[in-house]
């Protein structure tokens, strides 16, 4: 079972490595068109971490804040800020967290639909009143970028393969598994059997000590009437005998 238990985790690793393979044929470029919105002194850049962005994929809303006049990046900016990511009439909650440069915001996304979608920001920053609706760069279908077809690939069927032989291996993984509970279930009633034999030979025990107990007793009793019968026979015929 061990075996079977690394081989299945063997074709995982190399389904895995496959599926980043196919996905890799897609080069997405750095960000560069982002929307900036001014909100007094506090200059708000916003845009997606990869660019073009595209449905059903990871990416990263990036928000960076910093000073109009100077561009200077504002630290600890977003603690007062609430994000809302808004596509048509549904809107979702972010949560911004601080990025490894000082003043960039971010928080991972994976877009579900192609189309534009747009950052609501509420709340203050430095003490600036921050409030309004930033468009975002429309989200693209990846048919537009993939190649050649997932289709009729080889890489797509190098992947099916790696699927079937994984799904061989956790049924054959799986049938180990219901032999092995198979033959502790036959474990477990031969264990109650051989409890059960005890137990009766227990009872036997103790029946034939009872008996035993008894005969002993009714032995004894047999000795001492015996010995008295004699004893009175020999005191009876002690009276017989005459006297001169």
Same mark, same amino acid.
């Given at each position: ?9 063997? !074709? ?45 994929? !990871? ?20 603690? #007062?800020?609430? @994000? ?7 809107? =979702? ?27 609501? !920001? ?20 990846? =048919? ?12 797509? #069927? ?14 054959? !993984? ?30 036997? @025990? ?5 008996? @035993? ?10 000795? @001492? ?14 009276? =017989?005998?005459?006297?001169?």
């Amino acid at each position: 079972m061990k075996r079977t238990v690394l081989r299945v985790l063997t !074709l995982a690793s190399v389904l895995t490595a496959a599926l980043l393979i196919n996905s890799s044929s897609i080069v997405v470029p750095t960000a560069f068109a982002h929307q900036t919105m001014n909100f007094g002194n506090i200059a708000v850049e916003v845009g997606w971490g990869n660019e073009p962005p595209l449905a059903g994929q !990871l990416n990263t809303l990036i928000i960076g804040v910093s000073n109009a006049s100077d561009n200077s990046p504002i630290p600890n900016a977003v603690g #007062q800020l609430q @994000a809302t990511i808004k596509k048509g009439g549904e809107t =979702k909650a972010i949560d911004l967290l601080p990025q490894e440069q000082e003043g960039l915001y971010g928080s991972e996304v994976i877009p579900g639909q192609i189309g534009q979608y747009e950052l609501l !920001l509420m709340g203050t920053i430095a003490g600036q009143n921050v409030n309004g609706s930033i468009p975002l760069d429309d989200v693209s279908d990846p =048919k537009e970028l993939t190649f050649p077809s997932t289709g009729g690939s080889e890489n797509s #069927q190098v992947t099916s393969g790696i699927v079937n032989q994984v799904s061989n291996a956790i049924t054959d !993984l799986s049938t180990q598994v219901d032999d092995v509970k198979a033959s502790a279930d036959q474990a477990q009633q031969a264990a109650q059997n051989a409890t059960q034999s005890a137990q009766s030979i227990k009872t036997s @025990a103790d029946g034939a000590y009872m008996f @035993a107990t008894i005969a002993v007793g009714i032995g004894v009793a047999g000795i @001492a009437i015996a010995g008295i019968a004699l004893s009175r026979r020999e005191k009876v015929e002690g009276e =017989k005998i005459p006297r001169y």
